[in-house]
């Protein structure tokens, strides 16, 4: 069973950092593309960057600039680090596996940024 684990959210003041951490289990992170996504309330997941598996990154428009993927092979780890957090990008974040989402879904990891 594929699994995954994210971790590293918490509450941070606007202009702030975290680093996200997606720990997996049961498949290489290696193997294919990871992606992070997030969901705010009322609103549906959606995609926020993601590292291809040749090591290629995307971003979503709204945080190009600001966050970070990356991708651990030998910890079998994905991390997003975001940097100039706004209120804006308050929401629980998750990670999977991209394009096909592999793993069952985690819990995510709620990132709350106050103004």
């Known amino acids: 069973q594929v699994q995954v684990a994210e971790s590293g959210g918490g509450l941070v003041q606007a202009g702030g950092s975290l680093t996200l951490s997606c720990v997996a289990s049961g498949r290489a992170v290696s193997s294919d593309g990871m992606a992070w996504f997030r969901q705010a309330p009322g609103n549906q997941r959606a995609l926020v960057a993601r590292?291809?598996?040749?090591?290629?990154?995307n971003y979503a428009n709204s945080v190009k600039g600001r966050f970070t993927v990356s991708r651990d092979n030998a910890n079998n780890t994905v991390y997003l680090e975001m940097n100039n957090l706004r209120p804006e990008d308050t929401a629980v974040y998750y990670c999977?596996?991209?394009?096909?989402?592999?793993?069952?879904w985690g819990r995510g990891t709620q990132v709350t940024v106050s103004s």
């Open positions: 999977n596996f991209y394009p096909f989402p592999r793993a069952s």
């Open positions: 590292v291809n598996r040749d090591g290629d990154t």
